[in-house]
T-cell receptor, first 111, second 114 residues
Framework: DAGVTQSPTHLIKTRGQHVTLRCSPI?????VSWYQQVLGQGPQFIFQ???????GRGNFPDRFSARQFPNYSSELNVNALLLGDSALYLC??????????FGPGTRLTVT | GEDVEQSLFLSVREGDSSVINCTYT??????LYWYKQEPGAGLQLLTY?????DMKQDQRLTVLLNKKDKHLSLRIADTQTGDSAIYFC??????????????FGQGTTLQVKP
């Protein structure tokens, strides 16, 4: 079975631009979470979505938004990019209330 | 508060056992997890333990949980060079079970010398 997939793998953007990252969960998983991992640190929780509804939000500004589609895939959007948004963005999927399985991540570089 | 702490670095010889330690602050956490991250990759779920358990063994991996001291450890038996990676401890704090919000430690880099 395919694991969690994310696209693109790498992305370079300029300050002030907008970016969209995509995630496809494991088949049968209806819950998707997004994390930001800055170099040298552990992942930080951004959002969780279940059945297209936001179930949780971490301490991130409103520039960060997400949505989940009827097929349970998800997009993370970041507006007005800052240099500090450079990070590995990880998506995880799970059955409700169960352990989370992570994708390979999208490496975002903001210049 | 929500905080998970780990030592930053551990170096062992191939064939030895490795013990990676973690402390957490939320005594109400129901599940605690260990993830492995290789360079440039995502996180791989290694194992997890429910809070009403003291120990869980899965092949070369043994997880020990001391709820009184809020201490979690991961023991890797017969450590191999392929075990070289960053290991993260994580918990879902009380009140976050509906959101699935994982709180991660800063990671322990395991170096395995041949």
């Amino acid at each position: 079975d395919a694991g969690v997939t994310q696209s693109p793998t790498h992305l370079i953007k300029t300050r002030g631009q907008h970016v969209t990252l995509r995630c496809s969960p494991i088949s049968g998983h209806k819950s998707v979470s997004w994390y930001q991992q800055v170099l040298g640190q552990g992942p930080q929780f951004i959002f969780q979505y279940y059945e297209k509804e936001e179930r949780g939000r971490g301490n991130f500004p409103d520039r960060f938004s997400a949505r989940q589609f009827p097929n349970y895939s998800s997009e993370l959007n970041v507006n007005a990019l800052l240099l500090g948004d450079s990070a590995l963005y990880l998506c995880a999927s799970s059955l409700v209330g169960k352990e989370q399985y992570f994708g390979p991540g999208t490496r975002l570089t903001v210049t | 508060g929500e905080d998970v702490e780990q030592s930053l670095f551990l170096s062992v010889r191939e064939g030895d056992s490795s013990v990676i330690n973690c402390t957490y602050t939320d005594s109400s956490s129901t599940y605690l997890y260990w993830y492995k991250q290789e360079p440039g990759a995502g996180l791989q779920l290694l194992t997890y333990i429910f809070s009403n358990m003291d120990m869980k063994q899965d092949q070369r991996l043994t997880v020990l949980l001391n709820k009184k001291d809020k201490h979690l450890s991961l023991r890797i038996a017969d450590t191999q060079t392929g075990d070289s990676a960053i290991y993260f401890c994580a918990e879902i704090p009380h009140g976050s079970s509906n959101t699935g919000k994982l709180i991660f430690g800063q990671g322990t880099t395991l170096q395995v010398k041949p």
